[in-house]
């Protein structure tokens, strides 16, 4: 299983956001559906075995909210960016007021989240790394085990509290790059390295899934 965690920092938790205005009014929504998009996107088909979490923590209330999306329920997603936030958007409506979960359609799931909890929770399964550009070379993470996760944040840094805390859980740091990348980006190339690593070569067993929490070489 591959799991992502993307903190959206400034989208309206409301979902009182017009479509027309995603790349500003709605707090970087553009970049939060692209990365969704990619994240479950193929040519032809859906990751089935991809969930991923969008912790909106903007302020001031209502509260945070989680938005889970399971790669094997899933439907009506589609590539591009203004049907995804319209479906995001939809769910974040629907979430207010909650008081539990809900499946706001088909395979998306939207609850009211205590961002701190979530990232704990998150931060404690197995193989699950902060991509960050302050960590290691992602090559230099080898596969191991059945799960693999990372967390992210949208174009806006991680907060300090966040921070501090991924810090203090010993979440593994590893970078995708020297340069600064779009978060649908990170997405993609996190992606394209466990395939990478999970594809069968000749003469070798195919690897399993996971990625060890310390340096051992490509």
Known sequence: ????????????????????????????????????????????????????????VASPPPAARRIRLIGE?????????????????????????LTGEVEASPGLFVAPADPESELREFARQPGVVWLTESGAPIGEFRLSGGDVGAILADPF?????ESALLEGLGVPKVSLGPLSLRSSQCVDLFHHYVDLREAVRPGSAKEAGGLETSATGP
């Not at 329920?73 to 979430?95: C, F, G, H, Q, W």
């Not at 840094?157 to 509290?161: Q, S, Y």
């Open 1 to 56: 299983m591959r799991r992502i965690l993307l903190i959206a920092h400034r989208v309206p938790v409301a979902g009182n956001f017009t479509l027309n205005d995603l790349a500003g009014g709605a707090g970087r929504m553009d970049e939060v559906a692209r990365a969704v998009s990619t994240a479950f996107s193929l040519s032809n088909d859906l990751r089935r075995d991809t969930e991923m979490t969008v912790l909106y």
């Open 73 to 97: 329920r899933i439907r009506y997603l589609n590539p591009d960016e203004r049907s995804t936030a319209a479906l995001l958007k939809n769910a974040l409506v629907r979430s207010i007021p």
């Open 157 to 161: 840094d991680f907060a300090p509290a």
